[in-house]
């Protein structure tokens, strides 16, 4: 029994080492974007040796794609046409967004990097584009359908939670869902305009 016990202590300090990495990556990804964000920095802020940050993930890239590989996780959301589905979906990508550093750190370093953009496009290709193929009238308008929904989101992404603009903070998450449902249940749903 003791054996044991003695294995599983190092595994849960070695978990709880990667979450500590993790979290302070996310918030130093999100602050100071790919190029400036430093494994020093990082280590500094997780408060470990820098050498654990390059055993656990090998370089900044490698750290960048953990710290960022969020899923939204649309596949499983329960979303039937009707007039829900806009307002189901936006308040969705709010619960991921408030207080979710890995998708403020996306959202950054996504327009200058090519693999954070790449993981954005992912998440278009894989999921949203599936989701407007089901909702909508016609499956050939899907990518276009759901590249307008990406842009909505991204857009309302960009202002809250990267440039901070008081105005879009300022808004409650309910009355972003009032403004934004009906725009993205219109994208995915409306007859071709």
């Not at 500094?44 to 953990?66: H, Q, T």
């Not at 300022?170 to 994208?187: F, H, M, S």
Request: net charge neutral; with cysteine; charged share 25%.
């Amino acid at each position: 029994m003791t054996g044991t016990t003695e294995n599983q202590q190092p595994a849960r300090r070695s978990d709880a080492t990667r979450a500590s990495i993790l979290t302070a990556a996310r918030e130093r990804f999100a602050a100071d974007g790919y190029e400036k964000a430093t494994i020093r920095a990082i280590a500094r802020d997780a408060k470990i040796d820098p050498s654990m940050v390059m055993r656990y993930y090998g370089n900044k890239a490698g750290l960048f794609a953990e710290a960022v590989a969020v899923d939204p996780g649309l596949p499983g959301l329960s979303v039937e046409p009707g007039d829900t589905v806009g307002r189901t979906l936006v308040r969705h990508f709010l619960t991921l967004w408030e207080g979710n550093e890995g998708f403020t750190a996306l959202m950054r370093v996504g327009a200058t990097d090519p693999a954070a953009a790449e993981r954005m496009q992912f998440v278009l290709r894989d999921q949203l584009i599936p989701l407007a193929r089901r909702l909508g009238p016609d499956p050939e308008q899907a990518p276009a359908r759901a590249a307008l929904c990406a842009s909505t989101v991204l857009g309302l992404a960009l202002t809250r939670y990267v440039l901070r603009f008081p105005e879009s903070v300022a808004l409650d998450p309910e009355e972003i869902v009032d403004w934004l449902g009906p725009t993205i249940q219109r994208y995915l749903t409306a007859p071709t305009p």
